[in-house]
């Protein structure tokens, strides 16, 4: 017997019999819900692989179809309530638009697009985001868990504007074009000559505003217009001017007017100079009014180094040799300029140079001021402690070796303008001892450092700024401060017998020859190492104007075997040298001193004879002394209390050996 198929109930019919069944029982006191304290929520539920489907709470799978069937009771057989969705009420559609009425009238054209071409964009080193750019990312299988995240960035389009719409229509009419012939007539109402029309391009919506013609100019000169005619082109069928142009004047600088030396009338009124042009016909410009002309030595006078160029003339580069040459402007003008008060090179070279444009003048001016403010380091050289230094560290301390005092100098000279370099090599100083007879000739060495300077004429001079500041004496380790000018003026001949050069393009001989030999220069001008050259004090040979390289005998021995009669002789630095001009006055008169070896015995003084530029004396050689002495050349300085400076050969005669003398020892040779 089949099973009766079930009855179906309804909700109304199971819910009255389950009512039924709980007649008579307690009421169930629910239990008490625990309450967890509130904490962070729990993260969503992760994506879950396909392999194990996700359990909901109801009890059935995903992906499993929902069943009619309710969900199976609790061990208290008591239904869980029925959820209870509320559905909003549905809002009424809105009415519906009226229908659109047709009309026959054509919607107006939108203007041309301009193309991107023609669009200029400034280049900009970054690039600006003036949108608000939002990221949203999705993972797949996420659960339903998605982030955005939005990255904001401030806009410089903010502020800016739009322009207004373009409404072509709306713009006013352009006027009509004048014709070339109607320019014209309007420029002769006015009573200009006829000109052309230059073409030019205007874009149709810009408005056109009438502008005033200005005033007519004064007619020209007559003497103008015949010098600057007019110009007038004729204008063709295209309405263009000729493409000429005037010249271009060159620039000239504010200060040439009136301070330089035009080519025209000078005009003076005993104090101001005016140069006018040289055109001065009836008609030309008035001249240039001389009242009301500033004074240039007022101007000059508040620029210190301008004032000094007009107190200290640049010298006239002279005929004569740098030994007759009147340095007394730079000598003096590089003693107004205290190494302690100069703040660089750059400006020192600039203060020194200003007054003269002589390059030998400038030279000079640099050679005179290391002297003043650079003193030798002796304490250095003593201990053999030289170090290597800068020209900047120089200028700071005022202490230098040879080294220092070539890298100043070329330093200086470098920022004036001038070439100037510094040339290494032996050179024969306070250290430096003559060869004995049967002594090889030592291997080249260097020991000294000078300058190469182009000087006047583009001729290139040796100067020993070192030697000229002063000497040394290595016995007491003292430096002897004294300003020797001959070793600036001596020339390069004469400068290479105590200077070698390592660079054998150095030398800058003035005898034809491009070097000499090592052996030569150390051997010296006697050509033997055997033979000592005369000993000649550089003091007072430079102040009264001795050139040293011609003092004979030029052996420092003299050989008392011949019985003959030697001549002692020297002579002026150069022909042109004055005493009074160049040296400090008249000259002394020159004694030679011998021990008088006759019967007589003791000391004898001889008077040299002179005709201004050669002085001289001949002594028999038994007469000089004995072998082991020296004899010497003195100047009579004071003779029996009174300067002898200009004193005649005649008076010094007459004096000697009644009176008492006193002067200095010009030079000395040895008796053998």
Known sequence: MAADPPQSQTIHSRIAALNLGHVGRAPITPAPIETEPLSRPLPLPRSQTTSFPATLNNGYTVGDPIGNEPSAPDHDYILRPATITKIAPKKPPPPALPPRKHSSRTSPALPPRRSSAALQRKDSSESISSTLSTLSAMSVGSGGTARTSCSKTPSTDAGRKLAPVFDQPSLPSLPPERTV???????????????????????????????????????????????????????????????????IVPARSALSFGMNKACGTSVTDGENVCLLPTNTSTGGPPPLPLSSKPDLSKILATKPKVAMSSQLPSQPVPAACLCCRDFSAPDSHAAKFPRESVPSIEWLATQLVAPFASPTDQARVIFAWLHHNIAYDVVALCHNAVQPSTPANTLATGLAVCEGYAGLFTAIASNAGLESLVVGGHGKGAGFSPLQPGQPIPAEYSTHAWNAVKIDNGEWKLVDSCWGAGSVCLREQKYNKRFATRHFTMDNDEFGLRHFPTNRSLFHRVD??????????????????????????????????????????????????????????????????????????????????????????????????TNGSVWWLDVETRLLGVRGQTVGIFTVQELGGEDARGMSVDECRRAMGRKGWSGGALAAWELV
């Open 181 to 247: 012939r109607q320019v014209e007539k309007r420029y002769h109402h006015l009573g200009r000559s006829s000109i052309g029309i230059l073409p030019t391009k205007s874009t149709p919506n810009v408005t056109t505003t009438n502008v005033t013609s200005p005033p007519i100019l004064p007619s020209r000169p007559p003497d103008r217009a015949l010098r600057t005619p007019v110009r007038t082109a004729a204008v063709g069928a295209t309405g263009k001017l000729p493409s000429e142009r005037p010249p």
């Open 512 to 609: 034809g020859r491009q070097q000499i030999s090592w052996e030569e220069y150390i051997v010296g001008p006697s050509g033997s190492a055997a033979v000592m050259p005369v000993k000649v004090y550089e003091g007072v040979a430079e102040k009264e104007g001795v050139a040293e390289t011609k003092v004979l005998p030029s052996d420092y021995q003299i050989p008392l075997s011949a019985n003959s009669t030697i001549r002692f002789q020297f002579e002026k630095v150069c022909a042109h040298w004055d005493p009074i001009r160049n040296g400090p006055g008249r000259p002394y008169p020159y004694i030679m001193r011998i021990h008088n070896a006759d019967s007589r015995g003791g000391e004898d003084f001889r008077v040299f004879d």
